[in-house]
C-alpha cells in the first residue's frame, strides 16, 4: 500500500534547496491526520531528515495564544528534542536566541524594560533546559 507519508516524503528528497514543500493535512477528527503525520515523521527519519514532532494543543493555551508564545514553545521543543539526540546548541547561538527574544519582547510591550531580567535569568544553570527557563521568564515578565 503506498502511503501519502511515502510520496511527500519522495517529493522533499527531490526537491531542491531553493523550493519549499507545503502540505496541508486535513480532515474530521479522528479521520487518520496525526496517524499520518507519525507515519510521516518515521519515514522522514528513515530517509536522514531530522524531524520534530509538537502538538501545540498539549503545549499551549490556545484561548490565549499570541506569537510569541508559539515562538518560544517552538523553540522549547527544537532544544529538547536535540538535548535527547545529544545534539546541544553552542551558547553563542543560546545567547544571539535570548537576546532576539528579549528584543522581540521589548517591541510588543511597548518599550518596557525586560531585557535586562531576561538575559539575567536565561544565563546560567545547566540543570533547567535554556528554552523552559527562558519561556518561565518571558510569561513571568509579560
Do not use: C
Not at 531528515?49 to 527544537?78: H, K, P, R, W
Request: aromatic share 10%; glycine share 6%; hydrophobic share 40%.
Amino acid at each position: 500500500m503506498n502511503h501519502i507519508a511515502k510520496t511527500i516524503t519522495r517529493n522533499i528528497r527531490r526537491s531542491d534547496e531553493f523550493s519549499h514543500v507545503k502540505v496541508l493535512f486535513t480532515g474530521h477528527r479522528g479521520s487518520g491526520k496525526t496517524t499520518e503525520l507519525f507515519r510521516l515523521q518515521k519515514e522522514l527519519e528513515a530517509n536522514s531528515f531530522f524531524t520534530i514532532y509538537m502538538d501545540v494543543e498539549t503545549l499551549l493555551d490556545l484561548g490565549s495564544l499570541n506569537y510569541l508564545d508559539v515562538l518560544v514553545a517552538i523553540a522549547q521543543e527544537i532544544q529538547g528534542t536535540l538535548h535527547k539526540k545529544e545534539m546541544p546548541l553552542p551558547d553563542e547561538l543560546l545567547n544571539n536566541i535570548s537576546n532576539w527574544f528579549a528584543k522581540r519582547i521589548i517591541e510588543d510591550t511597548e518599550g518596557l524594560d525586560y531585557k535586562s531580567s531576561i538575559k539575567t535569568e536565561v544565563k546560567g544553570g545547566a540543570e533547567i533546559p535554556f528554552f523552559a527557563k527562558l519561556f518561565a521568564t518571558v510569561t513571568a515578565n509579560i
